[in-house]
Every structure is written in structure tokens, then in C-alpha cells.
Nanobody
Framework: QVQLVESGGGLVQAGGSLRLSCAAS????????MGWFRQAPGKEREFVAT????????YYADSVKGRFTISRDNAKNTVYLQMNSLKPEDTAVYYC?????????????????WGQGTQVTVSS
């Protein structure tokens, strides 16, 4: 069974950068789908980015395309989310998620395992 632990959140000014990490234990990530989602207060959890096929296939929400990059280090069993040019509307709790198999979609309900979340706050 996979366990996920996120880190790297914090407070940053608009225009700044953060890198989130998601360390996985219990199962290799190489042939699974990993995703990042976020949830702001009073809003539903929304898709940010996913990576599947050992890292060959990535998807991004339109709101973060060109600013965020998802990557993985299979040797470290870790997935990253590099966030640049941050905006106040990026403020949310960010969650890492795991899905067994190859998934091209963006629905959070498809993901089987979730981390505890890490807070990202972007000040204007």
C-alpha cells in the first residue's frame, strides 16, 4: 500500500516560487499515475497536474500551464511540483495523489491514495 507525504508549502509573495515534494513509500511509482490537486477554502478540490507512464505523459490545468511543472525522481520515489510566477489565486492546500495504472483524466475521485496536504499561501 502506498503512503504519501507532502512537504514544501509555505508563504510566498506574488511572483515567487515554491517547490512541493511528495515522498511515496510502500510501492514504486514508476508505472503509476501521480497527481497534484488543490483545495481552497469553500471550494471543491481541483486538478492541478498529473504524470503517468513513468513520467512520459503529463497534464496541466489551464490555470497553471506554463507556470507549474510536475516531475518525478523514480530512484527517490518522489514527485515534485515546481510552482513559478505564483498568484494569490494559487493559495490553497495542495495534495499529492496516487493511482495504480495509467490515467489520462483529471478527476480526483479516480485517485486511490492521498497525502495529508501542504498549505501554500501567496500574498499580493
Amino acid at each position: 500500500q502506498v503512503q504519501l507525504v507532502e512537504s514544501g508549502g509555505g508563504l510566498v509573495q506574488a511572483g515567487g516560487s515554491l517547490r512541493l515534494s511528495c515522498a511515496a513509500s510502500g510501492r514504486a511509482l514508476s508505472f503509476n499515475t501521480m497527481g497534484w490537486f488543490r483545495q481552497a477554502p469553500g471550494k471543491e478540490r481541483e486538478f492541478v497536474a498529473t504524470m503517468a507512464g513513468g513520467g512520459a505523459t503529463t497534464y496541466y490545468a489551464d490555470s497553471v500551464k506554463g507556470r507549474f511543472t510536475i516531475s518525478r525522481d523514480n530512484a527517490k520515489n518522489t514527485v515534485y511540483l515546481q510552482m513559478n510566477s505564483l498568484k494569490p489565486e494559487d493559495t490553497a492546500v495542495y495534495y499529492c495523489a496516487h493511482l495504480t495504472g495509467f490515467y489520462r483524466g483529471t478527476s480526483p475521485t479516480a485517485f486511490q491514495t492521498w497525502g495529508q496536504g501542504t498549505q501554500v499561501t501567496v500574498s499580493s
